[in-house]
């Protein structure tokens, strides 16, 4: 019998991704996504726990949905991802109607613990080994349908002070790159376009894999084999990690994108040091002007947090500088937040007040629009190329969006037929988050 399954996924796009990988499972035995969670016979949260924030939103998430299976006691409830894998029995401690609570290292158990708890079994699968999952992605249930996401590291072995990406995802693990070239091949066949590498620190691919000629340079120029691909992307950069193989890669391949994440988290060195950081803020200048000077329009974006344990006023002012020295095309930013089990959250008194942190992160936005409405300006009068993604939703008028190879989001009139394809756009108006433009031949 066919069932319904709804799925609410929070976090990064390795979220995003396994989400993918969790509905083609599903599908498999049996489960048809649906769009409304009222018609749903399974509800699965795919949860991030980077700040308090999202581990919030997941058990708030969960609290709306218990009232649901109220009113229809059939309906199972799972909850998965990165505060699964750290809560463990406490989310059933916390939700006691939760029916399936599993961590992001056991994935490929899935099917079977689903047949489980459909036999009305309640289930804590948290392993603390990741179980393989080279056999798992026979299908996947892809969120898009020209930009498709393939994971190719899992974990973190970096262990930055604030961070609790090493506690929730595992050791760094390097796909096997037959599996990978197979499925970029998979989604040239089905009409991807393009396809964006994953991984918390995706530049260190292959070093956990014993064969030097395993790394994400090689990766790159095996996959911009593949005819029917046109772009290819790769995130999230480390800074140290970023090869000059890498960089004269970006540079060569055409299809290889002109855009790099990296994100740096201070201006400060001493705020970079206590975050457990490996590198100087002089170090992130130096990767990005080398970057800079070898590929050409090349688009940098970072993240940056603010309110770190112990962060002066002026080494806060020491993050905005740096967003002017380095050139930062855009960043994302987030208020220092204390997460379970990282050092960080055990130096109390040196915590920052939450109104400054508030006022730290306010000012922050507001260089980084400024910071990104300077980037967009570079462009007016220029033709840059644009992958044309959809029509904008919200106007009926034929405005289309689309990427450009160094990651701006441009509007410009266009038409159905020309989604999926590449169209030369002039740049004509700068705003502060996209670029507006005209198709020309
Ligand atoms: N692997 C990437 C970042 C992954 S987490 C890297 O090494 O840079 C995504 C972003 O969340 C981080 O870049 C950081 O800016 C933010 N973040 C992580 N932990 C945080 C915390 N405890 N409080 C606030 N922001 C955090
Ligand atoms: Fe977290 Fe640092 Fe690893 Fe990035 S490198 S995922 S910030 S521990
Ligand atoms: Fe969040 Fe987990 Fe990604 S904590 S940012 S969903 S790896």
Sequence with gaps: MQKNVYVETLGCQMNKSDTERILGMLSNIGYK????????????????NIRQLSSDKAYSQLGFWHKLKKNKPSLKICMCGCVAQQDKELVRQRAPYVDLVFGTLNIPALPELIKRIENGEKIVCVEKKPISRDLEDSNIIRAKSLNAWIPVIDGCDYFCTYCVVPYVRGRQ?????????????????????????????????????NNPNINLANLLRELSK???ILRIRFVTSYPTDISDELIETVAEIDKVCEYFHIPMQSGSNVVLKNMKRRYTREEYIDICKKIRSK??????????????????????????SVIDEAQLDYSNTAAYSPRKQTPAATWRDKFIPNEIKKERLAILNKKVKESSRISNLKYIGKNLEVLVEEQKKENAENI??????????????????????????????????????EIIN
């Excluded at 996504?33 to 991030?48: H, M, P, Q, S």
């Excluded at 940098?300 to 993050?319: A, L, N």
């Excluded at 689309?402 to 169209?423: A, M, Q, S, W, Y």
Aim: glycine share 8%; with cysteine; charged share 30%.
């Design 173 to 209: 693990r390097s796909r096997n790159w037959d599996l990978i070239i197979k499925e970029a091949y998979d989604v040239a066949k089905q009409g991807y376009k393009e396809i964006t590498l994953l991984g918390q620190t995706v530049d260190s691919y292959g070093r956990d894999l």
């Design 226 to 228: 593949i005819d029917e």
């Design 295 to 320: 590929v050409e329009n090349v688009t940098i974006t970072s993240d940056f947090i603010v309110g770190f344990p112990g962060e002066t006023q002026q080494q806060f002012e020491e993050t905005l």
């Design 400 to 437: 289309f969006t689309g990427r450009t190879r160094n990651n701006k989001v441009v509007h410009f009139e266009g038409d159905k037929n020309l989604i999926g394809t590449l169209v030369n756009v002039k740049m004509l108006e700068a705003l502060d988050w996209c670029l507006k433009g």
């Design 33 to 48: 996504l649906v769009e409304d969670e009222k018609k749903a016979d399974l509800l699965i949260i795919n949860t991030c």
